[in-house]
Each structure stands twice: as structure tokens, then as C-alpha cells.
């Protein structure tokens, strides 16, 4: 028995929640979305566990969802039989921590509330956006399986409080006390609208008092009535899908607040048996480059939601794609064991990130607005494709853009096939120069020369490049050639004559080359005339087998 005690939101929670009330407030609505939304994944949690003990079901497998308001009392009362919570998770999932990358969250902050709102958004706003339109939040739960209950209540100012309590049923109620002025949310006609938005394609009935008019007078009768459609939206046939129903399935399987710039939906049948709805953000998480990342693509087998896996159903340069696989060809009690070794998740996993490719190619070509999006959202992640993804190399390459001498900004938007259309008529490589910014690469000496004859080079900065070349070394028979690397042989780029008048030079260079030679010693490892450069004197070059310069930078810069 725990006597009742007071707790302290941690600072960042504080701050967050602060943030939260005053940006979002004019986005009420999702507040019922997230609710709602939590409640769903922890009936998919219950089913999950039940699968291996059907006791936590405690008699009653009719999950659903209840909705309820008091007009009197003026509350929001939002109620799941789903897994509930002991006493631990609940200070662990709503208590004192803050969730990963809070921090880098408060960092990105502008300052400007209509940004911030969106940044909060991506964040995911969760349970504490109960706190948008309730001064007081009542949570009571009880963990499937456990005798005990708690109560867990706050003002979503600097602590909450959390003492024993009576609860019969299994699952989570959260009572929202409205703040002043928010009583519009007291009306049945407002809340089955904002569920029929909102949370159509949750699996589970939602179900409300159904209301009658009496006297002009709205007044709830006995009757149960299930609000939303409650069947899993990846396993309706397409045609019966509108494009909100798409989004807003995007919204609450991806934690973001806005539409996603692109969707696949997908019925595998034959050898592997399979329904993938696929998603990709308009915005990147903040936790992209994060290890311990969060989400993923949610895996269900038969309806039956399995895991969010961030690794084993999406290769790592996708690891932005969002969305639900549904299979039958996995048992039901699957591990991730059994995930890490499965061929059929092989094949999904294959047949997946075909699908996602294909996906890419359409938006490049048909919509180049969307993948200008995209690509300053995700190219340079997808630049570790080459690398990882040997099966898809070429694939991936063509969705690849750069920077280059032609336009001179820092924009990547040309791909290996335009620089290819526009290469000179004798030229046979495709040019690159790496550096440790866009604007070392861009002055480089070395690429006078190749300004001067109008050839293209494509100017690489990002910190993935070096490792991209490492696996990208031609496209359509063209070889990627540093400039920066070894004898610059322009090959038939130049004249005979040209040619003729550098054998001279370097005839009449011979003594001032030793000289050179012997006073660097042993700093560098030769000395040669270079007909690269037009206006600087002199420059740095690597061997044609060696580390190049950038790469050697960076690994100098990570202690190697
Ligand atoms: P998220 O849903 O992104 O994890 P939330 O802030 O919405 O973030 O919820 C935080 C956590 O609180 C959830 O991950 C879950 O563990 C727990 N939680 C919230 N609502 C419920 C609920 N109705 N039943 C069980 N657990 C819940
Ligand atoms: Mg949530």
C-alpha cells in the first residue's frame, strides 16, 4: 500500500507541457486524436500479450473504447480495456521522464509560435496534449492481470500526484477536466464529429451513449453506439479509402502532425502473403540519426498488432518510411528472434523497399516539387543506400541528386543522368570533388581547369558522401572520378597541342620541381608540375590510392 505522494514533472516535461498549452491552442481537436490514439495501441499491446496468456484477458476480449461527457460535472471522459499501466510505467511513461529527444526538440525551437507549433507536432504530442483543453486530468488504470490500481492526477503544472485506487475493470480511464471556456467539447454532436475525423481508422469500436432530442435538448439515452468504422483500414480495398482516411492514418500510425508527401498500398499475395500500407514524411523526426530511435513500421500478423520494428522491415537508409505490414505468414507469437532469421521477412522486407523505390522514382519524375521536398528532408540518408543496399545500387543512384558547378549553389538537384546528358562530347568520367563544406569544394583550385572548359563537377560536402563514393564508383558505365585525386588526366578533354606545350612546361620546370622536392622533404610525398590549376599557384593532391583528403579529415577529426 502507497499512502498518496506528490511528484515532480522533470524540468524538460514542465517546459514542454508549458509550450504545448500555449502553441497548440488552436489544434483542440487532436487532443481527443492522441487519446484515443493511446488507447488503441495499448489494446493492441493486451492482444499481443494475450497471445501467450490468455488470462490477461481476465473474461472480457471485446476491446473497445468508451467516450463520455458530463455536462454537469463539465468533464471528457475517455476509457480503454486495453493493457493499462502498473505504478512503474506510469511514473515511467507519464511521469517524471521526458521521452528521447526532448532535447534536441527544445534546440530546434525558433521562437516563432506558428513554426513551433508544426515542430511540436513532429514531436508527437502525446498524453500530455490533454492538458490543451483540461486544467485537471484524472488518470486511473489498472494494469490487465494486476489487483492493484492507481490514480494518477495533475494540473499539468509542476507535479502530479499518485495514491492507490479501486478500479474493477482492466485498462486505462482518463477523466479531462475542461478548462473555462471549453465546453464545446460537452456535446455529443462535437465529439462524433471530431472521432469520425480523427480516428476513423482506429481499429477498435469506439463507442458513445447514443443521444436523443427531447424538449430541444440534447440527451444521451441507454443505447451503446459505435462511432467510427472500426475495421483496419490497410485491410479495406482501396477503393473504399478517401484520401483523408489515408492521412489521418498517416497521423496517428507516424506521430506527425502533417500529411505525408507520398503513399503506397499494397496487397502481396502468392508465394509470400502480405498487405503493406507505406508512408513517407514530409518532414524528417528528430530522431533520425538517433540509435534509439522510436518508430518504425508497425508489423501485424493477421490484425493483430505484433511490434514497431525500426530495423527489420525497412532497410536503414528507409528508415523514415512509416506505416503497417500485415502478414499471415508469421505465427502469431513471433519474436524478434524469429524476426531476425525469417526469410519471409526477408522478402518483405525486399518487396518493401522495392515498393518504397518505386515510389521515389514516380515522385521524381512525375512530381519534382515533392521530391525537392523530399530530398532536403531525406537525400542524405538515402545516400547510405549504395552502401547497405547492394541489390538496389543502381536504383538508388539514379534517386540521387547533387550539387554541382553548373548552377553553383549549394541546392543538390542533379542527378547522375543529367550530368551524364550534359557531359562533353569526349569526356567518358563523371567529375567529383569532395570537401569538408560547400563552400571549401566550390573555391577549390582544382576546379578552375574545369571551369575554364565548361566541364561539369559535382561538388559533394555532405559527411556521407565519402562513404557513398566508397561504394559508388560508376553509374550507367560512367566512372566516378575524384579531381582531386592523383595525375588529372583530362584524356581526350584535351588537344594534342595542349598536350604538347605541358610536356614542354614540365621539361622546363624539372630543376625548380627539385628544389621544391628537397626543401619539403619528407612533409609531402612528391612534387609535380599540374596544368589543373589556371589561377592558384599550387594545391594539395592525394594519391590516386589514397585516403582522399576530406576522408582523412574526417577521420582525423573522430580520433583514428
Ligand atoms: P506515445 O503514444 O508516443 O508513446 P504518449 O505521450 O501519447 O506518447 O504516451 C506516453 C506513454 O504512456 C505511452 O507510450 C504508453 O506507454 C502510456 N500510455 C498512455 N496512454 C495509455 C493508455 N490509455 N493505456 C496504457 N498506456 C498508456
Ligand atoms: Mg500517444
Redesign the pocket.
Known amino acids: 500500500i502507497h499512502p498518496k505522494e506528490s511528484m515532480a514533472f522533470q524540468a524538460e516535461v514542465k517546459q514542454l507541457l508549458q509550450l504545448m498549452i500555449h502553441s497548440l491552442y488552436s489544434n483542440k481537436e487532436i487532443v481527443l486524436r ?2 484515443i ?3 488503441s ?2 489494446a493492441d ?1 493486451l492482444r499481443f500479450e494475450a497471445v501467450s496468456n490468455g488470462g490477461l484477458y481476465e473474461g472480457d476480449s471485446e476491446l473497445k473504447i468508451r467516450i463520455a461527457f458530463d455536462k454537469e460535472a463539465r468533464t471528457v471522459t475517455i476509457n ?1 480495456n ?4 502498473s505504478r512503474d ?1 506510469v511514473i515511467a ?2 511521469g517524471t521522464i521526458a ?1 528521447s529527444g526532448t532535447k534536441e526538440f527544445f534546440n530546434a525551437l525558433s521562437g516563432d509560435q506558428a513554426k513551433d507549433a508544426n515542430l511540436i507536432g513532429q514531436f ?5 496534449s490533454a492538458f490543451i483543453i483540461a486544467d485537471k486530468v484524472t488518470l486511473t ?1 489498472r494494469r490487465a492481470g494486476a489487483t492493484t490500481a492507481v490514480r494518477w492526477e495533475s494540473a499539468g503544472e509542476g507535479d502530479f500526484t499518485l495514491e492507490d485506487a479501486d478500479k474493477t475493470t482492466r ?2 480511464e ?1 477523466v479531462l477536466h475542461l478548462r473555462e471556456g471549453e465546453d464545446e467539447f460537452l456535446s455529443d454532436w462535437k465529439l462524433k464529429t471530431i472521432i469520425r475525423k480523427y480516428s476513423d481508422h482506429i481499429t477498435l469500436p469506439i463507442v458513445m451513449k447514443k443521444s436523443e432530442w427531447k424538449d430541444g435538448a440534447e440527451v444521451a439515452t441507454d443505447e451503446d453506439e459505435t462511432v467510427n468504422k472500426a475495421s483496419a483500414l490497410w485491410a479495406r480495398s482501396k477503393n473504399d479509402i478517401t484520401e483523408e482516411e489515408y492521412q489521418e492514418f498517416y497521423k496517428h500510425v507516424s ?1 506527425d502532425f502533417e500529411n505525408p508527401l507520398a503513399y503506397t498500398h499494397s496487397r502481396v499475395e502468392g508465394k509470400q502473403e502480405y498487405i503493406s500500407l507505406l508512408y513517407i514524411p514530409g518532414k524528417a523526426p528528430f530522431d533520425l540519426y538517433d540509435r534509439d530511435r ?1 518508430h518504425g513500421i508497425k508489423l501485424y500478423v493477421k490484425r493483430v498488432f505484433i511490434m514497431e520494428d525500426a530495423e527489420k522491415l525497412m532497410p536503414q537508409y528507409l528508415r523514415f518510411v512509416r506505416g503497417v505490414i500485415d502478414t499471415s505468414d508469421l505465427p502469431l507469437n513471433v519474436s524478434r528472434e524469429i524476426l531476425q532469421s525469417s526469410r519471409d521477412v526477408d522478402a518483405i522486407k525486399a518487396g518493401s523497399t522495392k515498393k518504397i523505390l518505386g515510389v521515389l522514382e514516380d515522385m521524381a519524375e512525375n512530381k519534382p516539387e515533392d521530391y525537392k521536398k523530399f530530398y532536403a528532408e531525406f537525400g542524405r540518408v538515402l545516400k547510405e543506400g549504395p552502401g547497405e543496399d547492394f541489390a538496389n545500387k543502381d536504383k538508388i543512384a539514379g534517386l540521387l541528386r547533387f550539387a554541382s558547378t553548373k548552377a553553383d549553389t549549394d541546392v543538390q538537384e542533379v542527378s547522375l543522368k543529367d550530368y551524364i546528358a550534359r557531359m562533353q562530347p569526349e569526356q567518358d568520367v563523371i567529375y567529383y570533388i569532395t570537401a569538408e563544406s560547400f563552400a571549401a569544394a566550390q573555391h577549390s583550385p582544382h576546379l578552375e581547369i574545369f571551369r575554364k572548359k565548361g566541364i561539369e563537377v559535382l561538388l559533394m560536402s555532405d559527411r556521407v558522401d565519402e562513404w557513398l563514393l566508397g561504394s559508388l564508383t560508376e553509374f550507367e558505365g560512367k566512372k566516378l572520378q575524384s579531381i582531386a585525386k592523383g595525375d588529372l588526366d583530362l584524356g581526350k578533354l584535351e588537344s594534342d597541342t595542349e598536350k604538347e606545350i605541358q610536356k614542354k612546361i614540365e621539361e622546363e620546370a624539372k630543376t625548380l620541381v627539385e628544389k621544391i622536392k628537397n626543401s619539403l622533404g619528407d612533409q609531402v610525398k612528391d612534387v609535380r608540375v599540374t596544368h589543373r590549376l589556371t589561377d592558384s599557384p599550387a594545391c594539395l593532391v592525394s594519391d590516386a590510392n589514397d585516403l582522399s583528403g576530406n576522408l582523412a579529415r574526417m577521420l582525423k577529426a573522430a580520433g583514428q
Open positions: 492522441e487519446l490514439s493511446n488507447a495501441d495499448a499491446k480503454d486495453g493493457i493499462g499501466m510505467e511513461n507519464i521521452k508527437g504530442v502525446g498524453f500530455y488504470t485498462g486505462t482518463i506521430h522510436r
